[in-house]
């Protein structure tokens, strides 16, 4: 059974700094894309960065410049590097990954249970 489990999540005052780790686990055969996505209360799930398997990257416009995403292909984990973080920044940080996994018969989407970030003035 495939998991990824987030960590890395607090309580970080304005203008700091949190790094987020997601690790998988489980029997994976390969994974495609893996990201980030934030949902702040009374708000929809948005995308915050993805990064491809060659290491391409995509960020949304208000993370642009302050966060960084990478992966270890080695370790199937991928990061967020969060800089600058602003109160807007605050909410529950969700990892995804398109995984095939080793039994399985095509890419699924897999998603972590998410970890909050709060960031207060």
């Known amino acids: 059974q495939v998991q990824l489990v987030e960590s890395g999540g607090g309580l970080v005052q304005a203008g700091g700094s949190l790094r987020l780790s997601c690790a998988t686990s489980?029997?994976?055969?390969?994974?495609?894309?893996m990201g980030w996505y934030r949902q702040a209360p009374g708000k929809q799930r948005e995308l915050v960065a993805t990064i491809t398997s060659g290491g391409l990257t995509n960020y949304a416009d208000s993370v642009k410049g302050r966060f960084t995403i990478s992966r270890d292909n080695a370790k199937n984990t991928v990061y967020l590097q969060m800089n600058s973080l602003n109160v807007e920044d605050t909410a529950v940080y969700y990892c995804?990954?398109?995984?095939?996994?080793?039994?399985?018969?095509?890419?699924?989407?897999?998603w972590g249970q998410g970890t909050q970030v709060t960031v207060s003035s």
């Open positions: 995804h990954a398109e995984i095939f996994p080793r039994y399985g018969s095509r890419f699924d989407d897999y």
């Open positions: 489980g029997s994976i055969f390969v994974i495609n894309a």
